[in-house]
């Protein structure tokens, strides 16, 4: 794309819009309150009650989301208080299934995966980026690969977890799917690593960024279908809703949006072709 040096007046805002991000992520965290309500023991109402709470109390918030045209900082002091206040829930159930003090239907690893979600949402709505200013973009581009790429990989390791031992074919597909996943995941950590030297171009990166894409349009597929064949009732599983297989769709399409803006971002590094002499 460019010729010699990346063209640093190419550099645009790279401000994301925080409306979108909120009413994306606020129904993703309402939908992980009724994930965690279905999975608490039935004994520990306590608990049930906490993640009710929080689900009326983030679809409320959502429903001000969908109604309002812009964020003010009332608001954006609302959601990071309420996301703040559901990390803290979150952190509280993984620490009693870790320490055996409950017995749930969840596996501590999703209770992990929904935490680091909102975690990273939170930081988006401090910083307003994909990427702050000062630190090596390329490496932090390749941070939102990474942590997309371990979302994915869960997701499909989570699933298998959830199918019946009888849905062979299905989780013959799934197990393909998570040796690719856990490879780019491995490769995008190797990249992120290699990138902090700093180089001026990069166009490896550009590649691997490209195949991810078309990996996870693949997943995305995937995850339709099967929210498709659980909505038929032709599928086995112990999934608790077909809402998580719609919620993980979802979160693909997100990674796709946001894969896209990486991109973009990568043209700063790419050089043309270099012929031997
Ligand atoms: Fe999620
Ligand atoms: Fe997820």
């Not at 002091?77 to 829930?89: C, K, P, S, W, Y």
């Not at 090596?136 to 979302?151: A, D, Y």
């Not at 979802?250 to 796709?256: C, G, I, P």
């Amino acid at each position: 794309m460019f010729e010699g040096k990346p063209d640093t007046g190419f550099l645009r805002d790279q401000r994301i819009d925080l409306l979108q991000e909120s009413r994306f992520w606020i129904r993703i965290f309402k939908e992980h309150s009724l994930f965690i309500r279905l999975g608490l023991p039935c004994d520990r109402l306590d608990l049930i009650s906490e993640a009710q709470g929080f689900f009326e109390e983030l679809s409320a918030l959502e429903d001000v989301l969908m109604a309002r045209r812009n964020l003010d900082s009332r608001l954006v002091q609302e959601i990071r208080i309420a996301v703040t206040d559901l990390v803290e829930f979150k952190e509280r159930i993984l620490r009693m299934l870790i320490q055996c003090e409950i017995h749930a239907n969840m596996f501590p690893l999703l209770i992990d995966h929904i935490r680091r979600e909102a975690v990273r949402f939170l930081r988006l709505l401090e910083t307003g980026r994909l990427t702050s200013p000062g630190r090596h973009l390329l490496t932090q581009l390749m941070g939102t690969e990474v942590f997309w790429l371990r979302i994915m990989k869960e997701h499909i390791e989570f699933i298998q977890h959830l199918l019946d031992p009888s849905e062979r074919v299905l989780l013959r597909t799934l197990e393909a799917m998570r040796i690719r996943f856990s490879g780019a995941l491995d490769t995008a950590r190797d990249l992120r690593s290699m990138s902090e030297s700093n180089p001026d171009y990069f166009n490896t990166v550009i590649r691997f960024t490209d195949e991810v894409m078309e990996l996870v349009r693949q997943l995305r597929d995937v995850k339709a279908q099967a929210y498709e064949l659980l909505l038929q009732c032709r599928m086995l599983s112990a999934i608790p809703s077909p809402l998580l297989a719609d919620h993980v769709r979802r979160e693909a399409d997100k990674f796709l949006e946001d894969l896209k803006v990486v991109r973009q971002e990568l043209q700063r590094f790419e050089t043309p072709a270099r012929r031997p002499q």
